[in-house]
């Protein structure tokens, strides 16, 4: 009895819990090879596989390492707002983020077709270069710049389609902040969806950006191990599995 | 490194004096103009050095928002932290003028042996709400330049005329029973939260005591008071900060409110500091919650008044009433975030501009559908005027006006109404300079403010004022001194946009 209500009490303040679900899920997916995940497609080209399964391990993926971020800034919105719209707002807010990740994997997945098939850049290449290319962005201002920006959430207005509207303009200034602060780790990812030790270390990596107090001082450090990492998935150092 | 104040349990703490009853004893006090000494002496240091002057000012906030380091840009607000922070601040502050004034030969032999910083207890109003000749002089009864002195205030206060009562009213600060609570506000404390210069976390909420008087004093008094980045740079600031550290004293130990959890993330965050010789140190709020004992200090006075006109509504109750059931509904609440959340009722849509003016906002108010639509009618829960997503105009320019907050007033078809009778808080906005720029990661997003008007509310209702579906919310700025006509009229106002004005009930 007292477990329980307790527990109806600490949704109450967590209307966020549903996606924390999703996000687990996402990672049990990940994780587990017979769930048809990455796992047991390792070593397999992603351009190989159909549209369909391809969108939906982004998404996944997404879900998994974008998501963790995110879960305060939803909160935040629907604490902030009426009783009845709680689990719109954290819904709405995370899917409309979700989306533009969507939108940014297609540009990256397009972009990473073109380099291959169209440029002729040899495919073991691509992963090592975006590293390299996230570690010197990890240094830039501009970098640190999006991260704060993120943090920015304006009050929402109470009720009705201004409400909506502005929860999704809020989810689309978040996530576009968030796409300026990510992309070339996530842009890295959408080209090694089958590296799970990567996508474990840049999740902690750009969760804790989001969350910590003073994030620039993560630069140096996240340049280092974005740089390390870089170095180890060149051709011939570790060998494909 | 720990906490290493070498005084710790000395019988016959220091006393922190009030500076008015000082300077009514006589002006420029030997302990008043010790403080000039101290001051000056630490202004002659070099920048870089941690016991100078302009190194002190910005362990509280770097000039113009620059990026923090281990020690500077660290002050605490919109947090549970800025009490016990603010606490560690002004000891080291106060160890620092004592070496000064300990090696100062001119000065009185007790005066050097037992000087500790005085407050400001500006509430009594009347002379006690003006500055003190000595911070406003520009000249030392030597005849030298006065240290104390700065130039860079508001024109009323370097005048000596009293601070608007509004600005220094202490009922509504005093009144919350617990010392935190996540928003809508943030309890007298704060909210809980992780480090937050300003706004990293986005749990944050000031408590009561943060907004009125804190940051309405910094503001009224104006200048260089009115930013982080320069507040400390004003020799008044660390005696307006000395009352606020006291009236958490009163709050505790006059009302005997309990404090957080010592063995939370609130007792055992550790913020580093230097001490007087220039040591790297450090403390916890845990380290610092007996202030004779471990900092040897005590204050003159830590007794509450009763409550004013305005503050009768403020739900101050009289220690010994304090179980009763008039507060028993947020007593038992415990202080963490295990409470029924408060739910927002109505809001304005679209956002709210505040350019130095009377502004008026009505906005619906909806039945609540959450916890508390079962419990309004055994209980009614608590109300919360809530002014959120506050930004400068023109990015970058400190606050110059505070308002007083009216719900519900009377227009002119009431004259013998008290418009004080609806008055439910005063509007700082303090820290609005460090709002909009990304330069750094210790500036950025909103401010946040908060009312409790549960008794307010509960009083209108009863004088048939009160309409369950909307509510009209007034902005009225304080008054500045006899001069203010004619100040207003030369003074270009910093424009500041409310992003949301709310109503939460619990
Ligand atoms: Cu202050």
């Known amino acids: ?123 073991a290449f691509v992963l090592p270069g975006l590293l390299a290319a996230a570690a010197l962005w990890q240094l830039s201002p501009w970098k640190w710049r999006a991260v704060r920006a993120c943090h920015r959430l304006r009050p929402l207005p109470p009720r009705g389609v201004r409400a909506d509207a502005a929860c999704a303009g809020a989810a689309l200034r978040y996530g576009r902040w968030c796409v300026a602060s990510c992309w070339p780790v996530m842009a890295a990812m959408a080209t090694a969806s089958t590296n799970l030790w990567l996508m474990v270390m840049l999740t902690v990596l750009v969760t804790a950006e989001k969350l910590a107090a003073q994030a620039s001082r993560l630069a140096g450090p996240g340049a280092a191990v974005v740089a390390g990492a870089a170095v180890v998935v060149l051709p011939g150092w570790m060998a494909p599995g | 490194m720990s906490e290493t104040s070498g005084n710790g349990g000395r019988r016959g703490a220091r006393v922190r004096r009030d500076i008015w009853s000082l300077e009514e004893e006589q002006p420029w006090h030997p302990i008043t103009r010790a403080y000039a000494l101290g001051v000056r002496e630490m202004q002659s240091r070099a920048d870089s050095d941690p016991t100078s002057w302009t190194y002190q000012a910005q362990i509280h906030g770097m000039p113009d928002g620059g990026q923090p380091d281990d020690f500077r840009g660290q002050c605490q607000h919109q947090t549970w932290f800025f009490l016990s922070w603010h606490r560690l601040y002004l000891h080291w502050f106060e160890r620092v003028v004592q070496a000064c004034v300990e090696a100062n030969s001119s000065i009185d032999y007790e005066v050097r042996a037992g000087w500790a910083l005085p407050y400001w207890n500006y509430s009594p109003g009347g002379t006690r709400a003006t500055l003190p000749a000595a911070f406003r002089d520009a000249a030392m009864p030597d005849g030298s330049p006065n240290p104390l002195f700065v130039a860079d205030r508001n024109d009323f206060v370097n005048d000596g005329e009293e601070l608007d009562p509004r600005a220094v009213l202490i ?36 408590g009561s005591l943060e907004q009125t008087p804190h940051g309405s004093v910094h503001v009224e008094v104006g200048g260089l008071m009115a930013g982080f980045g320069t507040a400390g740079l004003d020799p008044v600031f660390w005696l307006h900060h000395a009352n606020i550290d006291r009236l958490w004293e009163s709050w505790r130990l006059e009302l005997g409110r309990p404090d957080p959890d010592v063995v939370s993330a609130w007792g055992t965050t550790r913020f580093r500091f230097h001490d007087e010789k220039g040591n790297q140190t450090s403390g916890t709020a845990a380290d610092v919650l007996d202030t ?88 009614p829960g608590r109300v919360i005027l809530t002014v959120e997503g506050i930004e400068g105009v023109e990015p970058g320019r400190s606050a110059d006006v505070t308002y007083a907050v009216y719900l519900n007033p009377p227009g002119d078809e009431d004259p013998d109404a008290d418009p004080e009778q609806f008055f439910a808080g005063t509007l700082d906005f303090f820290g609005l300079e460090e709002v909009g720029s990304l330069g750094s990661d210790t500036t950025g997003h909103d401010l946040r403010r908060s009312f409790d008007v549960t008794d307010l509310v509960e009083a209108l209702r009863e004088e048939g004022r009160w309409d369950p579906g909307s509510v009209t919310v007034s902005f009225r700025p304080l008054r500045r001194g006899r001069r203010r006509a004619a100040d207003d009229a030369q003074r270009e106002v910093t424009a500041v946009r409310v992003g949301r004005v709310g109503l939460f009930v619990e």
């Open chain 1, 1 to 123: 009895m007292i477990g329980a209500a307790a527990f109806r009490r600490r949704l109450w303040r967590h209307p966020e819990a549903t996606a924390a679900g999703v996000v687990v899920l996402a990672w049990m997916w990940l994780l587990v090879p017979t769930a048809g995940g990455a796992g047991s497609a390792h070593g397999s080209e992603h351009h190989a596989m159909p549209v369909l399964p391809s969108t939906a391990g982004w998404l996944v993926m997404v879900a998994a390492m974008m998501l963790p971020g995110a879960l305060p800034a939803a909160r935040e919105l629907a604490l902030g707002g009426p009783w009845s719209r709680r689990q719109r707002t954290t819904v709405l807010f995370l899917c409309v983020y979700v989306g533009v990740w969507a939108a940014f994997g297609a540009v990256a997945h397009a972009a990473a077709w073109l380099a291959e098939r169209g440029l002729g850049i040899d495919a």
């Open chain 2, 171 to 206: 009922d509504r600060a005093l009144a919350p029973t617990v010392f935190s609570r996540p928003r809508p506000d943030g309890g007298f404390g704060g909210a809980e939260t992780g480090w937050n210069h300003f706004n990293q976390d986005v749990r944050r909420m000031p």
């Open chain 2, 292 to 379: 004779a004992a471990d900092l040897d200090y005590t204050y003159e006075d830590i007794i509450v008044p009763a409550p004013t006109r305005r503050g009768r509504r403020g739900r101050v109750q009289p220690p010994s009433a304090s179980e009763d059931s008039a507060t028993g509904r947020s007593e038992g609440m415990p202080p963490g975030n295990d409470g029924p959340p408060a739910e927002l009722v109505g809001a304005t849509e679209d956002a709210v501009e505040l350019s130095g003016g009377t502004q008026d906002v009505s906005f619906r108010i909806d039945r609540p559908r959450g916890p508390a639509a079962d419990q309004r009618d055994a209980a």
